[in-house]
C-alpha cells in the first residue's frame, strides 16, 4: 500500500514540476502577448514568425534524434555518448544549413531570408540543445525541476526583453524578439546544467563535450534507427504543423501568417502545459513499465487523464474562441480565435495522441512512425493545395484541420492495439463523468449563446476553467 501511494505522488511531483516549467516557458509568453501585439503589428510580427518556423523545423531533427536515446538507454557511457552525438550533429547541421541559406541568397533574391539568415544558425544550436538534447539528458536522471526552472528562465527572458527594450529604450525591430528567443535559451541552458553539477560544472560541460570518434562511431551504428527513421519522421511532423505559415505566405497576406502563429501558439498551449509534461513522464517510466510488463496499464492511465482535460478544451475552443481572443489581444487579432475553432478538432486529437507517440519508439518501431508522417505530410499538402485552388484560406485551414484529425484517430487506434491496451477499459471513465462533461457543455453553449460581449464572456469562462482544471488535478492524484 506504502509502494503505491508512493509511486503516485511520484508521478504528482514529476507532473507539478513539468507543468510549472511549462507556465514559465509557454504561458508568459501568451500573458504578455497582448503588450506585444499592441507594440508590433502582424506584419512586423512576420519576419519573427518566419524565423521561428524554420528554427523549429530544422531542430527538431538536427540531432538526427539520437537524443531519444537519452531516456531509454540502459548504459550510462551510451547515453554520454548519444548526448556527445546530439550536440555535434545540431553544429554540423546548422553550419550546413547556414550554408545552404547563404549560397541560395547570393543566386536568389529573397529579401526575407537575406534579413534573417545570420540569427538561424545559432537559434537553431540554442533550441535543440535547450529542448532535445539536455532536455532528454535530465529526463534520463529524472531532474524534472530542473527542467521546470530552466524553462521558467527561458519564458520570462524571452517573453519580456522586447518589451523591456522598448519601454526603456524606445527599441522597436523584429530583431530583438529574436534575441529575447536566443539569450532566453542561452540562460536557461547554463542555469539547467549549473543546478545539475554546482561546482563542478566546467569539468563536467568538458567531459560532456569530449569526443571520443571509436565510441561514436559504435553508437551511430547501434542507434541508426533514429537517424534513419525517427530524424526524418520528426522532420517531416514539424514540417506539416508549419506548413499551414509556408502555404499562407506564399498565396495570402502575410498578415495572416502572424495571426495563425499567435492562434497556434495560444491553442497549444494545453497541449504543451499539460500533453507534453504527461508525455515526458510517459517516456521517461517506458523503460521501466516494459520491463515490469505494465506497460499496457500505464498506456490506459495515460489516456483517461489526457481525454479528461481534452474534452472540456475542445468545447471552449469550439464555442467561445473568437470572443476570448478578441478580448485578450485586441480586435485587430480577433481572426486568430475562428483560426482556433477551425483547428481544434485536430488540437483535441493530438492532444490526446501526441503523448503516447512515443509507443513506436518504445518498441523500436521508428520505421511504423515514419511512415505515418510520410502519409500525413502529403495530406497536408495536398489539403492546403485544395484552398490555394479555391483561394480561399479559411478552407484551406479547414481542410487541414479535418485530414490532421482523421489520420491522427487512426494512428492512436493504431499504437493502442500494438501496446496490447483493451478499448473497452479506456472509455469506462468518460462513460462515469459523462455527468461532469454534458453539464460543462450546457454551461459553455449557454455562454456562446446569450453572451455576445467579449468582456462578459471572458468573466463568464474563468470560474468554468478553474473548476476543469481542479477536476483534471484531482484526476491526476488517481495515478
Known amino acids: 500500500m506504502k509502494k503505491i501511494i508512493k509511486q503516485k505522488n511520484l508521478f504528482s511531483n514529476k507532473f507539478y514540476a513539468l507543468v510549472v516549467g511549462t507556465l514559465g516557458s509557454y504561458i508568459l509568453p501568451i500573458l504578455l502577448s497582448p503588450i506585444l501585439t499592441r507594440i508590433y503589428t502582424p506584419n512586423e510580427f512576420s519576419l519573427y514568425t518566419f524565423y521561428i518556423t524554420i528554427v523549429q523545423v530544422i531542430s527538431i531533427a538536427s540531432t538526427l534524434k539520437y537524443d531519444l536515446g537519452i531516456p531509454l538507454a540502459k548504459d550510462s557511457s551510451d547515453r554520454i555518448n548519444l548526448f556527445r552525438i546530439s550536440f555535434i550533429n545540431t553544429i554540423l547541421i546548422s553550419v550546413f544549413f547556414f550554408s545552404l541559406t547563404y549560397f541560395y541568397t547570393l543566386f536568389f533574391k529573397n529579401d526575407t531570408l537575406e534579413i534573417i539568415k545570420f540569427y538561424i544558425p545559432m537559434g537553431i544550436i540554442l533550441q535543440s540543445l535547450f529542448s532535445h538534447i539536455l532536455y532528454n539528458w535530465l529526463l534520463s536522471k529524472s531532474k524534472f525541476n530542473f527542467i521546470s526552472i530552466g524553462k521558467i528562465i527561458f519564458g520570462f527572458t524571452y517573453a519580456s526583453l522586447p518589451i523591456i527594450l522598448f519601454f526603456l ?4 525591430d523584429f530583431s530583438y524578439i529574436i534575441i529575447g528567443h536566443q539569450l532566453g535559451l542561452l540562460f536557461a541552458s547554463l542555469v539547467m546544467l549549473y543546478n545539475l553539477y554546482h561546482a563542478s560544472i566546467f569539468s563536467k560541460i568538458i567531459f560532456l563535450f569530449r569526443v571520443n570518434f571509436s565510441d561514436l562511431y559504435d553508437i551511430l551504428k547501434k542507434y541508426k534507427k533514429y537517424a534513419i527513421f525517427s530524424s526524418p519522421s520528426h522532420l517531416i511532423n514539424t514540417i506539416g504543423m508549419w506548413l499551414p505559415v509556408i502555404f499562407i505566405w506564399s498565396f ?10 499567435l492562434s497556434h501558439r495560444a491553442i497549444n498551449l494545453p497541449v504543451l502545459l499539460l500533453g507534453h509534461s504527461i508525455g515526458k513522464i510517459f517516456f521517461s517510466e517506458a523503460l521501466d513499465s516494459m520491463n515490469q510488463g505494465i506497460l499496457n496499464k500505464s498506456i490506459s492511465q495515460y489516456f483517461k487523464i489526457l ?14 474562441s473568437p470572443e476570448i481572443f478578441s478580448f485578450i489581444f485586441s480586435e485587430k487579432w480577433s481572426q486568430a480565435g475562428d483560426i482556433v475553432r477551425i483547428l481544434s478538432p485536430w488540437i483535441f486529437i493530438t492532444f490526446i495522441a501526441a503523448p503516447l507517440s512515443t509507443i513506436p519508439t518504445i518498441f523500436y518501431r521508428q520505421e511504423v512512425e515514419l511512415k505515418f508522417h510520410s502519409i500525413l505530410l502529403i495530406f497536408r499538402i495536398i489539403s492546403l493545395s485544395a484552398g490555394v485552388l479555391l483561394n480561399n484560406l479559411f478552407l484551406a485551414l479547414i481542410f487541414y484541420s479535418f485530414i490532421n484529425t482523421v489520420i491522427w484517430f487512426f494512428y492512436l487506434v493504431y499504437m493502442l492495439k500494438i501496446s496490447n491496451v483493451k478499448f473497452k477499459l479506456l472509455f469506462n471513465q468518460p462513460l462515469s463523468n459523462k455527468i461532469e462533461y454534458f453539464s460543462l457543455f450546457l454551461i459553455i453553449s449557454s455562454i456562446h449563446i446569450f453572451l455576445t460581449n467579449p468582456i462578459y464572456v471572458f468573466i463568464s469562462i474563468v470560474p468554468v476553467l478553474m473548476y476543469v482544471l481542479y477536476s483534471f488535478l484531482m484526476e491526476v492524484k488517481k495515478i
Open 169 to 172: 529604450f524606445g527599441l522597436k
Open 252 to 261: 495570402f497576406e502575410e498578415k495572416y501568417a502572424s495571426l495563425f502563429f
Open 307 to 320: 481525454l479528461h482535460i481534452a474534452i472540456p478544451f475542445l468545447l471552449v475552443c469550439i464555442f467561445l
